[in-house]
């Protein structure tokens, strides 16, 4: 079992809260990924960070942000949540050498509901 | 064109039958290749990687064909519990730690 934990499992929330959603994994993997999943539909990455203070968006246009002070954490914050983030928020990590070795392990998901 | 293409089924298949799909993938340097399993509002998880000259893990066999770039997943003796939406991954283009995800197959295996 991987060891990448995320917290809370659900949030349900109204317009305009900041909200958090952490992400910690014990791997001390370098590499750490935000995606986002609605119900049926494939993954898109929102945040990648290749380690310690490096932080890139990723393909989907997101109003969320990241940070990365330590290896093991990666939260992702909205200041103001909106319907519209309503999804199933994904954070994996992996160790970041090329090849077959290159796996990303996630953790269980934050189904966020934005009211 | 996408990166990666998956036919996203369902494939309806008896129990104890074998089922085979493909996925293909456009960039031609890619090197990292892996099948996850996703069940319904779960998170991905790893069921392969694919390395050059084929793999197999039990009951699952993972093939590479690099010339028509292409993956490939079978599954034999299928079990209720291989139900769920198969992922394809590749490595992306533009950065070898990022990675371009398939819209997924559905396999239902049915008694």
């Known amino acids: 079992e991987a060891d990448i934990y995320q917290t809370p499992r659900y949030l349900v929330i109204g317009t305009g809260k900041k909200i958090t959603l952490e992400c910690s994994q014990t791997?001390?993997?370098?590499?750490m990924y935000w995606y986002q999943q609605d119900p049926g539909m494939e993954l898109h990455l929102i945040h990648y960070?290749?380690?310690?203070?490096?932080?890139e968006k990723g393909d989907l246009s997101s109003e969320s942000t990241v940070s990365r002070i330590r290896t093991e954490h990666f939260p992702l914050t909205l200041e103001s949540a909106r319907p519209s983030h309503t999804s199933q928020y994904l954070c994996?990590?992996?160790?970041?050498?090329?090849?077959?070795?290159?796996?990303?392990?996630f953790g269980p998901g934050t189904r966020l509901t934005v009211l | 064109r996408k990166e990666v293409e998956q036919d996203p089924g369902p494939f309806n298949v008896p129990e104890g039958a074998t089922v085979a799909f493909n996925c293909t993938y456009s960039?031609?340097?890619?090197?990292?290749f892996f099948w996850y399993r996703q069940d319904c509002r779960k998170e991905p998880k790893l069921l392969m990687s694919?390395?050059?000259s084929g793999n197999e893990d039990g009951r699952f066999t993972a093939q590479l064909n690099r010339a028509s770039q292409y993956i490939s997943l079978l599954i034999r003796d299928s079990k209720l519990s291989d139900s769920a939406t198969y992922l394809c991954?590749?490595?992306?283009?533009?950065?070898?730690?990022?990675?371009?995800f398939g819209a997924g197959t559905q396999v239902v295996v049915t008694p």
């Open positions: 694919v390395y050059s």
């Open positions: 991954v590749v490595n992306r283009a533009d950065s070898w730690g990022k990675f371009q």
């Open positions: 960039n031609s340097a890619s090197q990292s």
């Open positions: 960070s290749y380690g310690v203070n490096s932080t």
């Open positions: 791997m001390g993997h370098d590499k």
């Open positions: 994996a990590s992996s160790r970041g050498t090329s090849g077959s070795y290159n796996e990303q392990f």
